[in-house]
């Protein structure tokens, strides 16, 4: 157990919908960072926050948005989903998150499947 | 930017054979390089990392990996595996806040 949890383990939904996806970092960590996973795509890094502000930006859709609360836990938002959006999206936690040389310590990951 | 590239998708190998899982990366400076490993329907879990100091690095359920900094290689290896190592492994790289991962490359032990 690495001490992240994200909710819900599953979603379904459909197309055009609306989700959100939750992740509570490690204590003690104020880095969160969310990852998507697909079978084309592999694994992707789509953005990172630190104590509540953005600090980095990957490969993440104009329709996906993230933020991270004062009690440092994490919402990732996606909008209008598409078929292609069904993947498992990770969020990950790290102590500080500007050094790297940092160990990320990965959730279980939320599976997400847009009918 | 960099890169990781894992050069096997798959491989099978049988109960207490040594196995190596490779891994070359490409980056226009220094990089962190980790080996995480997926089991089914589960998150991915740290196997090792190196940031500095000796090339051999060793890591958790008896995985070693060894940095080459010359070939750009960072490979994964066990001498004896067992039906539980059974999973994906994943190279990555951390060259600026966030991991690069390679493609993964699928451990099927055999009995």
């Known amino acids: 157990d690495s001490g992240v949890t994200q909710t819900p383990k599953h979603l379904i939904t459909a197309t055009g919908q609306r989700v959100t996806l939750r992740c509570s970092p490690r204590?003690?960590?104020?880095?969160v960072y969310w990852y998507q996973q697909s079978l084309d795509q592999g694994l992707q890094f789509l953005i990172q926050?630190?104590?509540?502000?953005?600090?980095a930006k990957g490969n993440i859709l104009e329709r996906f948005s993230a933020q991270q609360f004062p009690d440092l836990h994490s919402e990732l938002n996606l909008s209008s989903l598409e078929l292609g959006d069904s993947a498992l999206y990770f969020c990950?936690?790290?102590?500080?998150?500007?050094?790297?040389?940092?160990?990320?310590?990965f959730g279980p990951g939320t599976r997400l499947l847009v009918l | 930017a960099q890169s990781v590239t894992q050069l096997d998708s798959q491989v099978p190998v049988f109960e207490e054979a040594p196995v190596e899982l490779r891994c070359n990366y490409s980056?226009?400076?220094?990089?962190?390089l980790f080996w995480y490993v997926q089991y089914p329907n589960q998150g991915l879990q740290l196997l090792l990392k190196?940031?500095?100091?000796?090339?051999l690095v060793k890591g958790i359920n008896g995985f070693e990996a060894e940095f080459n900094k010359s070939q750009t290689s960072f490979h994964l290896r066990k001498p004896s595996v067992h039906i539980s190592d059974t999973a994906e492994y994943f190279c990555?790289?951390?060259?600026?806040?966030?991991?690069?991962f390679g493609g993964g490359t699928r451990l099927m032990v055999k009995p």
């Open positions: 990950a936690s790290s102590v500080k998150g500007f050094g790297i040389q940092e160990t990320q310590y």
């Open positions: 204590s003690g960590d104020l880095s």
């Open positions: 926050y630190y104590n509540g502000e953005e600090r």
């Open positions: 980056s226009s400076v220094s990089v962190y």
């Open positions: 190196y940031l500095s100091g000796s090339t």
């Open positions: 990555a790289v951390n060259a600026g806040n966030m991991l690069t």
